[in-house]
């Protein structure tokens, strides 16, 4: 099948390999850097594992498009473009998923349409009903960043949400997907669509709500003068909680996390509820208390550096990254002029207004408290001036 993907971020571009191993994949997008990244065969950002697989992988069917006339004789078109959250609006913006519809339909009223953006619960229905289309499919994606490749090879379940449960489309997209596995047992399921896009918005806010949760146990620990590391060791010892989305930060970020569940608790406005907005409001709150924190921590007169703006070990995306909200906070607090920052992958435009120190080794000299969401062997050596909330050195 001729299988066009709009949208050349980490989503798209990881389904868009998995797929073509088996269908001719073409990527769309507007930025002609990324179509022009993918047709000589390298990742639209800095992901080793997606290197390799084009590398190792020379016989996959895959290049980038700018033009949506592509899609004329596509079999399947998946849409993965940004929705980011609109705060006035309270409202992921869609624009651009209706944006690639509204051109579509014009060329092309024979294919499936598979919406892998993540969206308000309710909205693939009002599309249906928009463009009298009823080929219009929600498929979530549960990709790390980092490790999108790797999700897409080996995903924990596929999810199709349709409108009419008896339509048997759905099976032959869990086919299309299962098919592209490097597992032989993937756990499927077949929903309504409004059910599958619940699923995918409850479950980044559960993940949120675990997040929020160690670092309201670091929070005490640290009042409390004791070792947040045994207390998460020894809770978390017990099979039910498991060892893993444990490890305190200064807070939830990336682009999923933060939009996701400030739209999940704007779906509760009229259902009672307390713990979704709490999630929301416990980020807020453990990002204030790390920014009195660290202020409490810095003597006069000293150097004040912060180490990388991603939110994790691995990736290069700074959006809603929880260390940004931190180094604003200390820029309206604390003399601007002796805080710095160290990030390679910083644009050249700067857009923070902060002092830039692109050599690490000058970095750790100069800075007298290094402020640290995450801890790597680039800072290990300097721990002593280090400030983090990071107990196992991972994520």
Known sequence: MKICVFGAGYVGLSNALVLSKNNEAVLIDIVKEKIDLINNKKSTFIDKDIDDYFKNNPSLNIRGSLDINECKNADIVIIATPTDYNIQNKYFDTSSIEDVLDKLFKINDKCIVIIKSTIPIGY???????????????????????????????????????????????????????????????????????????????????????????????????????????????????????????????????????KDTKQLKETFSNIPSIIISSIVESNEIRKKYIIDDILSNIKDGQYVGIYRLNMKQGVTDFRQSSIIDILNGLKDKYDKSKIFLYEPNLAADNYLDINVIKDIDTFKNKCDLIIANRVDENIVDVMHKVYTKDVYHRD
Request: charged share 25%.
């Open 124 to 258: 693939t229905s009002s599309l249906i009903k928009k463009y009298n289309y009823i080929d219009i499919y929600f498929c979530p994606e549960f990709l790390k960043e980092g490790e999108a490749l790797y999700d897409s090879l080996h995903p924990s379940r596929i999810i199709v949400g349709v409108s009419d449960i008896t339509n048997n489309k759905g099976e032959l997209i869990i086919d299309l997907f299962k098919e592209a596995c490097e597992d032989a047992c993937v756990k499927t399921l077949i929903m309504s669509l409004e059910e599958a896009e619940s699923t995918k918005l409850f479950a980044n806010t559960f993940l949120a709500m675990r997040i929020s949760f160690f670092n309201e146990l670091d929070t005490y620990a640290s009042s409390k003068k004791l070792n947040a590391k045994n207390i998460i060791d020894g809770v978390c010892l017990d099979k039910r909680i498991g060892q893993f989305y444990n490890n305190p930060s200064f807070g939830y970020g990336g682009y999923c996390l933060p």
